[in-house]
């Protein structure tokens, strides 16, 4: 798992994997995670996190926030954004038991910081 070293900001981490085609924000809900709202759902063994990265706000620790790289088998690549920790946004009641069923797999020289 890759932690942000030097605070890069998220925008330009989101740039960066962008440019590495991982483009379609995922979503959840109880019938499973889409992308960009297409209607085909996925499960967790359907896809795998190629990456991980948590932010920190410099001078708030509450403004803290993780992105999660994943690609799906059938080749479609994406995010998952979301808060963590005390103040996380997430209200999705499917969102812990799913992430933590989906394998990881990182990519070795994935550098979204570079």
Do not use: C, H, W
């Not at 896809?47 to 991980?52: E, F, G, M, S």
């Not at 001078?59 to 088998?73: C, G, L, N, Q, T």
């Amino acid at each position: 798992m890759s932690t942000s070293r030097s605070m890069t900001p998220l925008s330009r981490v989101l740039d960066k994997i962008n440019a590495r085609g991982f483009t379609k924000e995922i979503t959840l809900d109880k019938k499973g995670a889409r992308f960009n709202e297409e209607e085909k759902r996925y499960q967790p063994e359907d896809l795998v996190i190629r990456k991980i990265y948590r932010f920190e706000g410099e001078s708030d620790p509450a403004d803290m926030s993780i992105v999660y790289i994943m690609e799906a088998k059938d080749g479609l690549k994406g995010f998952m954004i979301n808060a963590y920790g005390t103040y996380s946004d997430q209200d999705n009641p499917y969102y812990d038991e799913f992430i933590v069923d989906v394998p990881v797999e990182e990519i070795e020289d994935f550098d979204a910081e570079e």
